[in-house]
């Protein structure tokens, strides 16, 4: 199976990408299932229905969320009636939604998608994010009921991203950071098979802080106080993310590449 995994759209800037970039790459690509996270699509700050629809019109078969999840009031409602939006496994039990879900691929392929949220650096306590994944991944094993398996796991720190990757090892397709907005170099085939990379990076505006206008963050870091809210960044967008090609008998990855298109970084992506 060829799967995509685009990390966290940051405002205007990164829908457009989405919409302009995605449809293309399924084509070129021959692109099997695409996640997409989206919790920073709306003005930075969560993702409204609105948004989420533009999102998965451009291609999208699954959206997730992360601490943000909430953000944007409507997806409390919207969530409950779009079965293609996840939200974090370890989240308040009284949210609504699910944080894992088995998709349909082609060929009558299931794929498995889930999230969890880490607690190191992060501003509230959540529920302990590895046994959530433990059970989740004893229910659906690899080269089981379901072809592949995706974790997206949303954290501030690379510490806990790494542990959560080999903890994953051999028991999910992909595991994928997300949270922190900057791609990192390690993609990589795990001993175990499963594909992995710290940070898928965002499909936001590179020239920024983190895919917010550099003119507040840079005064606050600067002087220390505050003056306006901070607003995305709205100039072309580069589309970050992670290409996994798994086996459907075995649910390992056997080929992973980084992802890059569009606006300002190196190019990247499969030849």
């Excluded at 089981?144 to 501030?156: N, P, R, V």
């Excluded at 001993?191 to 206008?213: H, L």
């Amino acid at each position: 199976m060829k799967i995509l995994f685009l990390g966290d759209v940051m405002g205007r800037a990164g829908r457009t990408a989405i919409s302009t970039h995605l449809p293309r790459l399924r084509e070129e690509w021959k692109l099997d299932f695409v996640v997409v996270n989206g919790e920073n699509a709306t003005a930075g700050m969560g993702l409204s229905g609105d948004h989420a629809k533009i999102l998965l019109d451009a291609g999208a078969d699954v959206l997730t969320l992360g601490d943000h999840a909430f953000d944007q009031k409507d997806m409390l409602s919207f969530i409950a009636n779009e079965p293609r939006i996840i939200r974090p496994l370890n989240f308040s039990k009284s949210a609504p939604g699910v944080g894992a879900r088995i998709f349909n691929a082609p060929g009558g392929r299931k794929v498995l998608v889930a999230q969890a949220l880490g607690q190191v650096f992060m501003k509230r306590p959540f529920d302990d994010p590895f046994s959530a994944l433990d059970g989740l991944l004893k229910q659906y094993p690899m080269g089981g009921q379901i072809q592949a398996s995706l974790i997206d796991i949303h954290c501030e720190a690379t510490s806990e991203k790494m542990a959560t990757g080999h903890f994953c090892d051999g028991r999910a397709s992909i595991v994928v950071g997300t949270h922190t907005h900057v791609p990192t170099g390690d993609a990589m085939i795990l001993p175990g098979g499963t594909a992995y990379m710290t940070d898928a990076g965002m499909c936001g505006d590179y020239n920024s802080v983190i895919g917010m206008d550099k003119a507040e963050p840079m005064r606050r870091f600067i002087t220390g106080m505050p003056k306006a809210r901070f607003t995305p960044a709205n100039e072309e967008a580069t589309l970050s993310g992670l290409y996994v090609e798994t086996d459907d008998r075995t649910g390992k990855a056997t080929r992973v590449e980084m992802v890059r298109q569009g606006g300002r970084l190196a190019q990247a992506g499969p030849a």
